[in-house]
């Protein structure tokens, strides 16, 4: 039923589809979220890889640049700078654990069963024509130039809107310290000024 040849390209095959799967695994089995962020770039470099295998190469270089990179990079900032703390102390149930692994067989199990009896047509010829990097950049500064001007203004206007945005939260948080120094330290709104104004009246 299945016509494989064993070539290099499904060599590339077996090997970005082990990448994938043990990454999406560790991600969801690890318990520190560094760790599990750096199991994610690595499902999204497998994915990469495979884009490579379709010979859809821009969308492999998207795949790099902005989930493998920009995504992965984000999220360990965001866990840097709220001070997440890990899982390393919850307790999983074995019941948990149990009901885990049936599902994950059963779904496998149903996902081979339905890949065994379905019968796949013949794949099309490949047709090799002009490179699919040259003709989206074609499309995108010819049929598709507004749209691709309009949203890089929206992300200029979203980077200047979080420039402003992260200026301002430290005003506000020095002022609110400041205030409530002042409360607590007998400043002019602290305890001893109102005491001082009531005793002159």
Partial sequence: MFNIEFNGEFAAFFIFS?????????MISLQKVVHMVISMAGVFLGLAGMFVLLEAEFVAFVQVLIYAGAVSILMIFGIMMTNHQDAGGEKVLPLHEGLAAIG???????????????????PLPFQGGEENT?????????????PFELLSILLTVAFIGSIAIARRLPEKI???SGGDN???GGGPAGPTAQLQTKEAE
């Fill in 104 to 122: 994950a067989l059963a779904l496998f199990g149903l996902l081979f069963y339905a890949i065994r009896t379905t019968d796949f047509p013949d």
């Fill in 134 to 146: 040259m003709k989206i950049g074609q499309l995108l500064y010819t049929g598709y130039i507004v």
């Fill in 174 to 176: 020095n002022g609110a």
């Fill in 182 to 184: 002042a409360g607590i």
């Fill in 18 to 26: 082990t990448i994938i799967v043990c990454g999406a695994v560790l």
